[in-house]
């Protein structure tokens, strides 16, 4: 069982960066894979950022702008979000898995954050 409280989102010009952290508060953080979603209004939620084997691997649409990082001995995970743009406004949501399974869609992670507002504005 792993919590996780996410934080940093806000409103943010287009081109600009912003910095999401995930907090787990787990003993066994380590055990866990860890992804990033992003949810807009009246859409379903989508992947963002998660590894793969060690690989960091991203959508098509923030690759090159996102970089996701974790943090073992402070049980977080980030995601910098560089060059943001409007169509990047939505919910963020933190989530967790095991490690070996699969990661590309919502129902592979278990466990979820309650989320944070990300608002580009043009």
């Known amino acids: 069982q792993v919590q996780l409280v996410e934080s940093g989102g806000g409103l943010v010009q287009a081109g600009g960066s912003l910095r999401l952290s995930c907090e787990a508060a787990?003993?066994?953080?380590?055990?866990?894979?860890m992804g990033w979603f992003h949810q807009a209004p009246g859409k379903e939620r989508e992947f963002v950022a998660t590894?793969?084997?060690?690989?960091?691997v991203y959508a098509d649409s923030v690759k090159g702008r996102f970089t996701i990082s974790r943090d073992n001995i402070k049980n977080a995970v980030y995601l910098q979000m560089n060059n943001v743009k409007p169509e990047d406004t939505a919910v963020y949501y933190c989530a967790a898995r095991l490690f070996g399974s699969n990661w590309a869609t919502s129902k592979d992670y278990p466990y979820w954050g309650q989320g944070t507002q990300v608002t580009v504005s043009s």
């Open positions: 590894w793969n084997r060690g690989i960091a």
């Open positions: 787990s003993r066994t953080f380590s055990n866990y894979a």
